[in-house]
C-alpha cells in the first residue's frame, strides 16, 4: 500500500486551460520553479540524506504553491490584465 498514491491528484491540468493554451507561442519561456526550487536553493550536503530528500519533495510542491500564490496576488490587484492569465509572474 503505498501512502502517496493519490496525494498529488489535484495537480491535473484541466482540459480546457489544454485547449486554450495550446496555440500560445511564446519566445521567453520562464524557468519552470514547480520542479527545482527548493534542489537549488539548499545545499548537495543536505539532498543526500535520502529520508530529508524524500521529504523535500514533498514539500516542493507547497513551495510552489506559495510562489504561485503571490503571483496571483499580484495579477488580482492589476486591473490592466484578465482575470484568468496564467502568464503573470
Not at 11 to 21: A, F, G
Not at 54 to 82: G, N, W
Amino acid at each position: 500500500m503505498d501512502i502517496t498514491k493519490n496525494l498529488f491528484k489535484v495537480r491535473k491540468k484541466k482540459n480546457y486551460d489544454v485547449r486554450r493554451n495550446i496555440l500560445d507561442n511564446r519566445k521567453n519561456i520562464p524557468n519552470t520553479y514547480r520542479d527545482n526550487v527548493l534542489l537549488n536553493s539548499l545545499s548537495g550536503h543536505i539532498q543526500r540524506n535520502p529520508n530529508l530528500s524524500d521529504f523535500l519533495v514533498m514539500i516542493q510542491h507547497v513551495i510552489a504553491d506559495i510562489i504561485d500564490s503571490v503571483s496571483y496576488l499580484r495579477s488580482y490587484k492589476s486591473y490592466t490584465i484578465k482575470k484568468d492569465d496564467k502568464k503573470v509572474k
